[in-house]
């Protein structure tokens, strides 16, 4: 051993131990997505034939049924990655937008969070730092009460070696909160505004009516008509639309179903997998239906299938009333699960706010006038 081995670790000097693995049983296979799937093709014309009637030839009308694309598909499969899992499409050839190729590990894994991860500047705002982020993050979601537990977390925050007090100090609190709840009174020249801002965005106000029959031993028997409210909503084209086209979203959405089989070995059957809406069977029915209807006059832009999937939470609006809010969310299908349920990925949006059962029951009560038999 010479002098400069002295200045290495211990397990470097021995080249012995450089190639050494792991026991298996203490080994952790990463998961990874589906193999990749191949060059897509050039279009070939002789696959799908433009099928007319000679009587649509002889005489165009509107009334003549429209032109049919009949196109001849065939089971594709994808080779399969190491857990033998592979893709098996039903088209007349593989897709060239594949989302799987923009899959990261993080996606497929859930890593302990780390409080001082190294972010940028800008995904803390109205915060100006990570410190003062931390901080105010812990007051609001620490409970009214603060705990042990609450008390061991902010020993977590203040004691770590990348929290910086003079980050802190300098903090306008009030400022902040006054922002995040939204108003501008303390910065009038502020032309920054909610995503969710009707003068921002495509949200409506439809009015909400229903009728209510009265006996015939009533003074006014019948229907009578009340207003009950006032739903705000978003329409739904243009959300799908918003979705379709957004950069951070569009590379991550499954325009294509397909079925996922896992095959262990090559002597075995494979067994099909569930776990995505848009390789269930019920979305392969619905594209397969759509590319086999009869096409918009005059439109041959590719034909997707999305599926939407509604959510709806009761959100407490005050920590010192009962005033409360059911938000009504909206998800696309064809994307993975595992983005939807990661919170950072933003894959849900705001559609519709109900109102409460009792405001509305308060007031029909207001409006309607029982009198005794």
């Known amino acids: 051993m010479n002098d400069e081995d002295l200045d290495q670790p211990l397990a470097e000097r021995r080249g012995r131990r450089e190639n050494r693995q792991l026991p298996k049983r203490y080994r952790d296979i990463l998961p990874e997505p589906p193999a990749a799937l191949p060059p897509a093709p050039q279009p070939v014309t002789s696959e799908c034939a433009l099928t007319t009637s000679p009587a649509t030839m002889s005489s165009p009308s509107s009334e003549q049924p429209q032109n049919i694309r009949s196109c001849d598909r065939k089971l594709l499969k994808t080779t399969q990655n190491t857990f033998g899992l592979f893709r098996q499409y039903h088209a007349?050839?593989?897709?060239?937008?594949?989302?799987?190729?923009?899959?990261?590990?993080?996606?497929?894994?859930?890593?302990?969070?780390?409080?001082?991860?190294?972010?940028?500047?800008?995904?803390?705002?109205?915060?100006?730092?990570?410190?003062?982020?931390?901080?105010?993050?812990?007051?609001?979601?620490?409970?009214?009460?603060?705990?042990?537990?609450?008390?061991?977390?902010?020993?977590?925050?203040?004691?770590?070696?990348?929290?910086?007090?003079?980050?802190?100090?300098?903090?306008?609190?009030?400022?902040?909160?006054?922002?995040?709840?939204?108003?501008?009174?303390?910065?009038?020249?502020?032309?920054?505004?909610?995503?969710?801002?009707?003068?921002?965005?495509?949200?409506?106000?439809?009015?909400?009516?229903?009728?209510?029959?009265?006996?015939?031993?009533?003074?006014?028997?019948?229907?009578?008509?009340?207003?009950?409210?006032?739903?705000?909503?978003?329409?739904?084209?243009?959300?799908?639309?918003?979705?379709?086209?957004?950069?951070?979203?569009?590379?991550?959405?499954?325009?294509?179903?397909?079925?996922?089989?896992?095959?262990?070995?090559?002597?075995?059957?494979?067994?099909k997998v569930h776990g995505e809406l848009y390789t269930s069977e019920a979305f392969i029915e619905a594209h397969r239906g759509l590319q086999e209807s009869p096409r918009e006059p005059g439109c041959d832009l590719q034909r997707v299938v999305a599926g939407l999937m509604f959510a709806s939470d009761g959100t407490q609006l005050t920590a010192f009333s009962t005033a409360k809010l059911w938000p009504i969310y909206l998800a696309m299908g064809n994307e993975s699960k595992d983005r939807r349920t990661k919170p950072s990925c933003q894959a849900f949006e705001h559609i519709a706010y109900l109102e409460t059962v009792r405001r509305i029951s308060l007031a029909l009560r207001q409006s309607v006038i029982f009198l005794p038999f």
């Not at 070696?161 to 003079?166: D, G, K, M, T």
């Not at 590379?251 to 070995?265: K, S, V």
């Open 92 to 271: 007349t050839h593989f897709p060239d937008h594949d989302p799987n190729e923009n899959i990261t590990r993080d996606d497929l894994m859930v890593a302990s969070p780390d409080a001082f991860s190294g972010n940028s500047a800008d995904s803390y705002h109205p915060y100006p730092n990570q410190s003062s982020f931390l901080l105010g993050e812990w007051y609001w979601n620490g409970g009214l009460k603060k705990t042990q537990s609450g008390f061991q977390d902010l020993i977590k925050i203040v004691g770590h070696p990348r929290f910086r007090p003079e980050d802190v100090s300098g903090t306008k609190w009030q400022l902040i909160d006054a922002q995040l709840s939204g108003d501008r009174s303390c910065n009038p020249s502020s032309d920054e505004g909610w995503e969710d801002e009707e003068d921002n965005g495509d949200w409506a106000k439809t009015p909400i009516k229903i009728r209510v029959p009265f006996h015939k031993r009533s003074l006014h028997p019948g229907q009578k008509e009340f207003n009950v409210g006032t739903l705000h909503h978003r329409k739904l084209v243009s959300v799908i639309k918003e979705k379709i086209m957004r950069p951070s979203s569009h590379p991550h959405l499954h325009f294509e179903p397909y079925e996922l089989f896992w095959q262990p070995t090559e002597a075995s059957e494979p067994v």
